[in-house]
């Protein structure tokens, strides 16, 4: 059984910091491509960042990009996405996803269908 859990979310003041992991098991890890995507009350789900497998690839959405970093350790079956410089707009609840490759096209694994697996989520408030 394919599980992906999700944690380090917590209440930060804007401009603060935060590490959310998220831990595969059921899969093997090394063999997919990993996304992050969050929520925000009424809107939907939205990409935040992407990495593929070897990890030598990764993208972001405009709105993260040179606050965010996404990772994996693909020995420990998990994702990282490192979050700096906070903003009350990136209040959300964040997921992570997995699936298998089937494109080279970062937009692909931009949008939340191209995933088949997901996290639970964990809350992410930001308050200014």
């Known amino acids: 059984q394919v599980q992906l859990v999700e944690s380090g979310g917590d209440s930060v003041q ?7 992991s998220c ?3 059921g899969l093997s890890l090394s063999l997919f491509v990993m996304g992050w995507f969050r929520q925000a009350p009424g809107k939907e789900r939205e990409f935040v960042a992407t ?3 070897s990890g ?3 993208f972001y959405a405009d709105s993260v990009k040179g606050r965010f ?4 350790d693909n020995g420990k079956k998990t994702s990282y996405l ?3 410089n906070l903003k009350p707009e990136d209040t959300a609840v964040y997921y992570c996803a997995a699936t298998l490759p089937k494109s080279s096209d970062d937009n692909y694994y931009a949008r939340p269908l191209a995933y088949g697996y997901w996290g639970q989520g964990t809350q992410v ?4």
């Open 125 to 128: 408030t930001v308050s200014s």
């Open 69 to 72: 970093t996404v990772s994996r």
């Open 82 to 84: 490192e979050m700096n």
């Open 14 to 20: 804007a401009g603060g910091s935060l590490r959310l």
């Open 51 to 53: 990495i593929r497998r």
């Open 56 to 58: 030598d690839h990764k």
């Open 23 to 25: 831990v595969a098991s």
